[in-house]
C-alpha cells in the first residue's frame, strides 16, 4: 500500500525566501511522484511529476523536487517566493502496476507567502 | 486544448436526496478518475474509469457509484445523500499514452448536504 506524509500542515514565508514543503512516501514499488497546487475555489493543478527518468525533477512557476530513494522523501522547493505562489500543495504517490489512475494524496500544506 | 470540465459547480441538495455529478475529460484521455476533498479526510479516490469499466475502486460505501460512457464522459452518482457526503468533487482525466498517467483535474462540484 501506498502512503504519503507531508510535514507541516503550515508554512509561512517572506516572499523572496526560500521554500521547502517537505513529503516523504512510503511504496512497495517504485513510485510515480506528484505535486499539485490548489488555489481558493478550483481544483488541482499539477506543477511536476517524479517517473524515474530523473531525481531532481523542474516544474512550473520555477518549482521543482527531489527524489531522494534513501530518504523516501521527494521535497518541493523554491529559491525566490512569490505572493501568487500562497495555495495549498499536495504530495501524491501511484504505484505502478495496475493502480492506473489512483492517487494517494497527503494532507496538503498551505503556504503563506508574506510581503 | 479544453481541460476537464465538471457540472454542475455547486449543488445543495437534502439528506435522503440522491445525486449526479457530470464530468467530461480533456480530448482524447480515455482515464476518469473521482476524488472526494474534505477538510476532515482531504483528498480521497473514490474510483477509476476505463473504456466504459471502473478499472480501480477506493473505500466508499455503495451509496456512491459511477459509469463512464463511450466518449469517456463520466458520471457519479449519490445516493440516500447524508450530511458527510457533503465535499468538492473532484475529476481528474489522464492519457493512456503515458506509463505515469499524470491527472489533469476539473474545477470540483462543490455540494452541500442539508
Known amino acids: 500500500a501506498q502512503s504519503v506524509t507531508q510535514l507541516g500542515s503550515h508554512v509561512s514565508v517572506s516572499e523572496g525566501a526560500l521554500v521547502l514543503l517537505r513529503c516523504n512516501y512510503s511504496?512497495?514499488?517504485?513510485?510515480?511522484l506528484f505535486w499539485y497546487v490548489q488555489y481558493p475555489n478550483q481544483g488541482l493543478q499539477l506543477l511536476l511529476k517524479?517517473?524515474?527518468?530523473?531525481?531532481l525533477v523542474k516544474g512550473i512557476n520555477g518549482f521543482e523536487a527531489e527524489f531522494k530513494k534513501s530518504e523516501t522523501s521527494f521535497h518541493l522547493t523554491k529559491p525566490s517566493a512569490h505572493m501568487s505562489d500562497a495555495a495549498e500543495y499536495f504530495c501524491?504517490?501511484?504505484?505502478?502496476?495496475?493502480?492506473?489512475?489512483?492517487?494517494?494524496f497527503g494532507q496538503g500544506t498551505i503556504l503563506t507567502v508574506h510581503p | 486544448k479544453a481541460g476537464v470540465t465538471q457540472t454542475p459547480r455547486y449543488l445543495i441538495k437534502t439528506r435522503g436526496q440522491q445525486v449526479t455529478l457530470s464530468c467530461s475529460p480533456i480530448?482524447?484521455?480515455?482515464?476518469v478518475s473521482w476524488y472526494q476533498q474534505t477538510p476532515g479526510q482531504g483528498l480521497q479516490f473514490l474510483f477509476e474509469?476505463?473504456?466504459?469499466?471502473?478499472?480501480n475502486k477506493g473505500n466508499f460505501p455503495g451509496r456512491f457509484s459511477g459509469r463512464q460512457f463511450s466518449n469517456s464522459r463520466s458520471e457519479m452518482n449519490v445516493s440516500t445523500l447524508e450530511l458527510g457526503d457533503s465535499a468538492l468533487y473532484l475529476c481528474?482525466?489522464?492519457?493512456?499514452?503515458?506509463?505515469?498517467?499524470?491527472?489533469?483535474f476539473g474545477p470540483g462540484t462543490r455540494l452541500t448536504v442539508t
Open positions: 481528474a482525466s489522464s492519457s493512456t499514452g503515458t506509463a505515469n498517467y499524470e491527472q489533469y
Open positions: 511504496s512497495s514499488v517504485p513510485p510515480y
Open positions: 517524479y517517473t524515474s527518468a530523473a531525481t
Open positions: 501524491a504517490v501511484r504505484a505502478g502496476g495496475t493502480s492506473y489512475g489512483k492517487l494517494t
Open positions: 480530448s482524447g484521455h480515455r482515464s
Open positions: 474509469y476505463f473504456s466504459e469499466t471502473q478499472r
